[in-house]
């Protein structure tokens, strides 16, 4: 800010020094015309010269100098304009930086609002994952786990592992496990797929939304939530989903079913030891 504001105070000095020139000559020239007429005139004979011989004498003294400062003023005007410029880039610049300053601070308030909504969300997702996975694999379906052991995933649940249940359908896909009939078998487990696909769509279009880089939205596809929303459109009956452009599925998904049949071995050692 210094080295700027100085900038005009420096033009101002050379404009001084232009106008300072520009008196010293035209003096000069008024007193060599001066001496020129005493010389070889005389005042009283240019005094008694006609009208049209003294406007004549005088246009040619003068012309010069009208061109002297019509230069300096040209030069003068010149370095306004030059200096209007550089401010007016100046002002660019800054504009422009605060343009981005100004949606930069608006991406991170629709970043913060994102993942304030998606936490939320994902504990949706886990809870109509996990009235999905007791409908096809609780009492009321095929009876795989007991109530005992769904109380213990409810608890884990709800200590924050939002995503359990959404692991456990995925496991059961890499065992092999046709997940048609657990998706859509009845009307309630069409129902609560239905309900899972819309909500996470709405969230990826939430995420894509506050989203430059695709960071965000990839985080979302390669989530557990996000491989078993893929994995019910691609089963879905009645409607032909377009597929989610997710690069890395398959060997996020071999990772997270490796993850989740450690924590069913552990799980049945630990039942067995008991």
């Not at 010149?78 to 605060?98: C, D, F, M, Y």
């Not at 608006?106 to 994102?114: G, L, V």
Request: glycine share 8%; aromatic share 10%.
């Amino acid at each position: 800010m210094e080295k700027h504001r100085n900038k005009p105070a420096v033009d101002v000095s050379h404009r001084d020094k232009r106008i300072l020139y520009g008196i010293v000559l035209t003096v000069v020239w008024l007193v060599l015309g001066a001496l020129y007429i005493s010389w070889n005139l005389g005042w009283a004979r240019f005094a008694t010269l006609p009208i049209d011989e003294m406007g004549n004498f005088l246009e040619g003294a003068f012309a010069p100098l009208a061109f002297l400062w019509l230069v300096i003023g040209l030069f003068i005007q010149q370095s306004v304009l030059a200096e209007n410029n550089r401010e007016l880039r100046h002002n660019n610049i800054q504009s422009e930086k605060q343009t981005m300053a100004i949606a930069a601070t608006e991406m991170n308030a629709r970043q913060e609002t994102f993942f304030k909504i998606a936490d939320n969300t994902r504990r949706q997702l886990g809870g109509i994952a996990g009235l999905l996975f007791q409908s096809s694999k609780g009492q009321s379906g095929d009876n795989t786990y007991s109530e005992a052991e769904f109380m213990e995933m409810w608890h884990l649940f709800a200590t924050g592992d939002f995503e359990l249940f959404s692991r456990n359908f995925l496991a059961l896909a890499g065992k092999g496990v046709d997940l048609q009939p657990l998706f859509y078998g009845t009307q309630i487990r069409s129902t609560h797929t239905d309900n899972f696909i819309m909500n996470f769509d709405r969230l990826l279009r939430l995420a894509r939304d506050c989203d430059t880089n695709g960071i965000i939205s990839d985080a979302q596809l390669h989530s557990a939530h996000g491989l078993l929303s893929s994995r019910m459109r691609e089963l879905h009956p009645r409607i032909k989903f377009k597929r989610y452009e997710v690069t890395r599925s398959s060997a996020y998904l071999e990772q997270i079913i490796h993850s989740s049949q450690g924590q069913d071995n552990e799980h049945g050692a630990m039942k067995a030891a008991g």
